[in-house]
């Protein structure tokens, strides 16, 4: 695979991690829930990764803030599904806490890397 920056980003790692998690959880799940609910948490989960990467190649700031945006929806929506899940008995507590952690860490960090694009570097030599 070509090297781009996006994959040295802690957000798009956590990104990956996410989404492989809920592969792996909607892969042991029976035909029905995976052709309803598993498609669309698998779509949800793998958009966020996906507009990170689509706006660090966008090539501007205005862009990559555009993506990033969408990738935070596309978390939300991911939330959606996964609260769907549970009430229909399909994940596991241990599998939403496992989930929980990665989301609890990637929310902030989807804001933070907004907040960050398109301003300077901290210049300390001032």
């Known amino acids: 695979m070509g090297g781009g ?3 040295e ?3 798009y790692q956590l990104s990956e ?3 492989d998690d809920i592969w792996k959880i909607v892969h042991e799940w029976e035909s029905l829930p995976q052709n309803t609910l598993g498609k669309q948490i ?3 989960a793998d958009s966020i990764g996906a507009n ?3 706006g660090v190649g ?3 700031y205005q862009e990559n803030r555009r993506f990033i945006r969408i990738a935070r929806g596309s978390l939300y929506e991911t939330q959606h599904w996964l609260r769907r899940a549970y009430n229909r008995n399909l994940l596991t507590d241990e599998q939403v806490k496992i989930l929980k952690v990665i989301i609890n860490d990637l929310a902030p960090q989807l804001n933070a890397y907004l907040n960050s694009i398109g301003k300077p570097p ?3 030599d001032q």
């Open 5 to 7: 920056r996006f994959q």
């Open 9 to 11: 980003l802690r957000v």
């Open 17 to 19: 991690k996410l989404a």
């Open 42 to 44: 698998i779509r949800s």
């Open 52 to 54: 990170i990467a689509e």
């Open 58 to 60: 966008r090539g501007s």
């Open 122 to 124: 901290n210049n300390n």
